[in-house]
């Protein structure tokens, strides 16, 4: 049964700093790319960071400098690193595993709210 858990979220002021983690179970996690999305309210879910199988990530242009993502194989997690948070950051975030070689292989937690306010 494959099984992603986030966790981390909370309630931040802006400039504040959080970190989330997802744990996987139930897959081969190190043939997996893994990702966080995230979805504010009334718009569409949207890629935020991406750690591949191979270990390359990349992120979406307004998280670039500020949010770190990464990956251990040896205990099956994915973890966001966000500094410097704003308020356009608030939203749910969502742990995604998709296989490298087969992306219809594709599963999501159920999501962590962040709220960025003051």
């Known amino acids: 049964q494959v099984q992603l858990v986030e966790s981390g979220g909370g309630l931040v002021q802006p400039g504040g700093s959080l970190r989330l983690s997802c744990a996987a179970s139930g897959f081969t996690f190190s043939v997996y790319d893994m990702g966080w999305y995230r979805q504010a309210p009334g718009k569409e879910r949207e890629l935020v960071a991406r750690?591949?199988?191979?270990?390359?990530?990349n992120y979406a242009d307004s998280v670039k400098g500020r949010f770190a993502i990464s990956r251990d194989n040896a205990k099956n997690t994915v973890s966001l690193q966000m500094i410097a948070l704003k308020p356009e950051d608030t939203a749910v975030y969502y742990c995604n595993a998709q296989h490298a070689l087969r992306p219809n292989r594709d599963y999501w937690g159920q999501g962590t709210q962040v709220t960025v306010s003051s």
């Open positions: 750690v591949f199988s191979g270990g390359k990530p």
